[in-house]
């Protein structure tokens, strides 16, 4: 089965770090870019990055510049989103999705982890 | 950056038509392609429409996307509503450093 799937919710505390990982499978993992996607509650997502698993090239959205890691391990189909210097406004749902080959879109999204933070 | 902006909300009764509207802020509208998702509740982002107006497969022909550049906004039209089309509906598109952005989101409620 094609599918992403990403780690488990998770609770910190303010100025933790935290890496999710979201694991490709029934496909070329190393062919498509992986986008990191948050979605606060009650609001529209919001375009974190992206990486290409094939050489680890990386974008990443000026609003998370420095806030931030995104990579991949196309060994093992992974891509990481590591977030630093929790704050309870990181606290949301954050979705991998798979752009398709050819075309602008993502086109298989993961469930999601939701992350809060709080002291 | 540009932002995209979308209503809060629309409702309409099963088997009308809806449309919901994506405005851009700046850049025109037509420069970059904008694709739509929908989210039912709980759920994950599914596609709709890429590239203003191509379906991907599996989503059916009642769902239509277009783009106006006399008001810079995208559009999403769903026919014949059905009750499953409930959800949130979310406009997406880049500019030309490849920054993605997605619009607010709009609540569709089929009642």
């Known amino acids: 089965e094609v599918q992403l799937v990403q780690s488990e919710a998770e609770v910190k505390k303010p100025g933790e770090s935290l890496r999710i990982s979201c694991q490709g499978s029934?496909?070329?993992?190393?062919?498509?870019?992986i986008g990191w996607v948050r979605q606060m509650p009650g609001q529209g997502p919001e375009w974190m990055g992206v990486v290409y698993p094939g050489d680890s090239d990386t974008r990443v959205s000026p609003s998370f510049q420095g806030q931030v890691t995104i990579s991949a391990d196309k060994s093992i189909g992974t891509a990481y989103l590591q977030l630093n210097s929790l704050r309870a406004s990181d606290t949301a749902m954050y979705y991998c999705?798979?752009?398709?080959?050819?075309?602008?879109?993502?086109?298989?999204w993961g469930r999601g982890t939701l992350v809060t933070v709080s002291s | 950056n540009f932002v995209l902006t979308q209503p809060h909300s629309v409702s309409e009764s099963p088997g009308k038509t809806v449309t919901i509207s994506c405005t851009r802020s700046s850049g025109s509208i037509a420069s970059n392609y904008v694709q739509w998702y929908q989210q039912r509740p709980g759920g994950s982002p599914t596609a709709v429409i890429f590239?203003?107006?191509?379906?991907p497969s599996g989503v059916p022909d009642r769902f239509s996307g277009s783009i106006d550049s006399s008001s810079n906004s995208a559009s999403l039209t769903i026919s014949g509503l059905e009750t499953e089309d409930e959800g949130d509906y979310f406009c997406h598109s880049y500019d030309s450093f490849n920054h993605e952005v997605f619009g607010g989101g709009t609540k569709l409620t089929v009642l």
């Open positions: 999705a798979r752009r398709h080959l050819t075309y602008w879109y993502f086109d298989l």
């Open positions: 029934g496909y070329n993992f190393g062919s498509n870019w």
């Open positions: 590239d203003d107006d191509q379906r």
